[in-house]
């Protein structure tokens, strides 16, 4: 076993969001643009209009420039409008059963790319209290005894950690901590992620810290291949993407590449049959990137107010890619595959995630080499530095954590108990034992971050 990897496995059913999601303010800032032109179309021609009726020879020449003014303007609203078609139309793809892969759209637009953040963003909060066990918090304050416990064996450690906190009983103020367990499953099929990413922008090295779960099934070939390889394959696109400056657009581009890069490379190591899901949350100069693909999933526990029962706020950052949600669903469609219903949607009546890294067996499937209808492109959220507080624990985990747990349930869980405890891998234990007692069926590993 890798010392910093072991997680879990695949199947479960959440809670679909909501279908109506609310404007963000970039999407808003978008409509005022799209207002301000066209307005300013209209009051070009009335002014033109009123100027001809007493200069007819002078007339001819303004408004021969105001109508190449308002062509400008007009074009410059047909391009704000289809930025904002195309990000609710969620990149899925071509009509219907048309067979195109999925596509990996490089963006350069700051706003559009911060519309797709928020975007991505708004999704993942939809769904902060949805699914959870009532049985998960029972076991986790009043454990059962011993010899009634899931005899299951647990490993959790702290991986990393630094300035002690002066008053135990304390966390430290920056660490790294894992558990994972094989829990009911008759393989181990995951890994978790943590290392440093040096690149280079504008001729300077920077680093960036990369923290994941990786919960692979059908096997644990895909999952051990990305462990292996994100590390250099995301160096190489921070260094492509950000070389002439740390930009959003930079990272988000440089973020799917590499996912898109890993994907593409474990069909060309043979694995056809194994696949992955990817949660990797990347800091680079205090801002937290998190990458999705798959139904792995990051929450945000606010340090802030941890000192105050469940005081601080928890915070959902990624979307569980489940095929039974409708933009999911037609994604897959879109790319030719089919969602088989059920208490638990399967693609192709097979896989429980709508989106994955491998799995290139779905490529066969179609009688198509080389087109996957699985796509690998995540879904990125952004975490600015100031709104990181102190104290602030990000929690990554796969879906054997949250089959049984909301994450306000684990968000609640960890507010309190940090309280009580200086060992960050105690409550990782924790949590995975509470999840096995709630009934998890899946591996079960967890990741704790002190930021």
């Known amino acids: 076993m890798h010392p910093t990897n072991a997680i879990s496995g695949s199947n479960g059913s959440s809670a679909m969001p909501s279908k109506q999601i609310s404007y963000t303010q970039a999407e808003l800032t978008l409509i ?24 007819v020879v002078l007339a001819s020449l303004v408004g021969v420039c105001l109508t190449g003014l308002s062509v400008i303007l007009a074009l410059k609203a047909i391009h704000i409008a289809y930025s904002a078609y195309q990000l609710h139309t969620d990149s899925s793809g071509p009509a219907m059963g048309s067979h195109h892969p999925y596509e990996n759209r490089l963006i350069e637009d700051p706003l559009f790319v911060k519309l797709r953040m928020e975007k991505a963003a708004a999704r993942a909060a939809a769904t902060v209290n949805a699914g959870g066990s009532e049985d998960f918090e029972t076991v986790f304050w009043d454990p059962m005894p011993a010899e009634f416990r899931t005899q299951l064996p647990i490993s959790s450690q702290v991986v990393a950690k630094s300035e002690e906190y002066s008053e135990p009983p304390r966390l430290p103020k920056h660490f790294v901590a894992t558990a994972h367990t094989q829990g009911r499953r008759p393989t181990m099929e995951d890994r978790t992620v943590y290392t440093s990413v040096p690149f280079t922008s504008h001729g300077k090295t920077t680093t960036a810290t990369v923290y994941g779960v990786l919960d692979g099934h059908n096997g644990d070939e895909a999952a051990d291949f990305v462990y292996k390889n994100i590390a250099n394959t995301l160096s190489q696109n921070l260094s492509r993407f950000c070389q002439n400056g740390i930009s959003d657009a930079g990272i988000y581009n440089a973020l799917r590449t590499t996912f898109v890069e890993l994907d593409r490379a474990i069909c060309a190591a043979g694995i056809k049959e194994a696949g992955t899901t990817a949660c990797i949350a990347v800091r680079i100069n205090g801002d937290l990137y998190v990458a999705n693909t798959g139904d792995s999933r990051a929450v945000l526990v606010d340090g802030e107010s941890m000192t105050a029962l469940f005081g601080g706020k928890i915070n959902q950052l990624t979307e569980d890619q489940k095929p039974s949600i409708p933009h999911l669903m037609k994604g897959i469609r879109n790319r030719a595959g089919f969602v088989v219903p059920g208490e638990v949607a399967r693609v192709f009546g097979r896989l429980a995630v709508a989106r994955a890294l491998g799995d290139w067996w779905s490529s066969h499937a179609l009688g198509q080499s080389g087109h996957k209808v699985l796509s690998p492109l995540p879904k990125i959220t952004k975490v600015p530095k100031e709104k990181i507080t102190a104290d602030s624990i990000l929690t990554i985990a796969c879906d054997g954590l949250w089959d049984v747990a909301s994450s306000n349930q684990v968000g609640s869980v960890i507010q ?36």
């Open 416 to 451: 309190t108990y940090s309280q009580r405890q200086s060992d960050p891998a105690t409550i990782a234990h924790r949590l995975a034992q509470a999840a096995l007692d709630a009934g998890s069926t899946d591996n079960i590993s967890i990741m704790l971050v002190g930021l």
């Open 32 to 55: 005022k643009r799209i207002n301000v032109v066209v307005s300013l179309i209209l009051s070009a021609g009335a002014a033109a209009a009123a100027y001809a009726a007493t200069h």
